[in-house]
């Protein structure tokens, strides 16, 4: 029992925004959700949103159609479960 205390100490050293075993999940992880969530999305050009993902922290950036758009692909990447923090630095494109 006292070898698993130490064990979880050490893996929360590693990621500080590790809350719990079932909560964690690798940055890879999260953002292959995130990318195919919009991929799915018929309403989304997902070919110009760029996510990133660190520690747990979501930033999605990029540029898209309208403010239904924007809210839609936030509302995608933020929905994911083990993340830490979402910035958005999404941009509405002007209709030309």
Do not use: Y
């Amino acid at each position: 029992m006292q070898r698993r205390h130490k064990e979880h100490n050490a893996e929360a050293k590693r990621n500080p925004f590790k809350l719990s075993e079932t909560q964690w999940r690798p940055d890879a992880e999260i953002l292959a959700e995130i990318r195919e969530r919009l991929k799915e999305d018929p309403l989304l050009d997902h070919a110009s949103i760029f996510v990133s993902v660190s520690s747990g922290r979501v930033l999605i950036e990029g540029s898209v159609e309208s403010d239904e758009s924007k809210r839609r692909a936030e509302t995608h990447s933020r929905q994911v479960s083990g993340i830490s923090g979402h910035d958005s630095n999404l941009c509405i494109r002007r209709p030309r």
